[in-house]
């Protein structure tokens, strides 16, 4: 039910199946077939990989601890997928909650993945709406410009450049162009 960087049948992790459920969402709601039967497995690997402490791992054969990007990754899955409520999406919410930004930790330390993380946490909290959108826009919106350089861009470990279209694109979510982002 899951994909993978290869096409191996057996072989899926979470952080490529986010983005081909994505993919799938997109095109469906662009009028194209997508088949239920592809969806439905997609969203049990993703529920298979999640952690009973609500966060997710990064795949089902390796028994790894939950951590924020994948987690939030794992999320947006799920409201890709179509499920938005239930005891899967409310652990995944709780577990997300813990690292709001701002809160008791320099965030560059706390994860790597920092941008990647964040792009799919402001998505899911986005989706969630209410007292977790409420609270955490305002907050990684000035966690992010805190970490503006003088020159405009954001550093990231891999460049300067991922980390600028990363934190534009993280800063633009309430704007909603995208239809996919659109509740």
């Known amino acids: 039910g899951g994909w993978r960087y290869h096409p191996i049948k057996n072989d899926a992790d979470v952080s490529v199946t986010v983005c081909q459920i994505m993919a799938l969402r997109a095109a469906r709601n662009s009028g194209m077939h997508v088949p239920k039967e592809t969806v439905d497995a997609c969203l049990k690997y993703v529920q298979n990989c999640q952690n009973t402490d ?84 305002p907050a990684i919106q000035q966690e992010l410009l805190q970490f503006q350089q003088v020159n405009g861009s954001w550093e990231d470990q891999f460049s300067p450049e991922y980390g600028t279209a990363m934190a534009c694109i993280i800063l633009q979510m309430p704007n909603c162009y995208l239809p996919i982002f659109q509740r």
Request: proline share 2%; net charge positive; aromatic share 20%.
């Open 54 to 137: 609500g966060g997710f791992k990064y795949q089902l054969i390796q028994g790894s601890e939950s951590l924020f990007p994948r987690s939030a990754a794992g999320l947006v899955a799920l409201y890709s997928g179509g499920v938005y409520e239930g005891k899967n999406v409310e652990k995944s919410l709780e577990y997300l909650r813990r690292y709001l930004p701002g809160t008791n930790r320099n965030a560059r330390l706390y994860e790597q993945h920092y941008f990647y993380g964040h792009y799919y946490a402001v998505q899911a909290m986005w989706l969630a709406g209410g007292k977790d959108w409420l609270q955490w826009y």
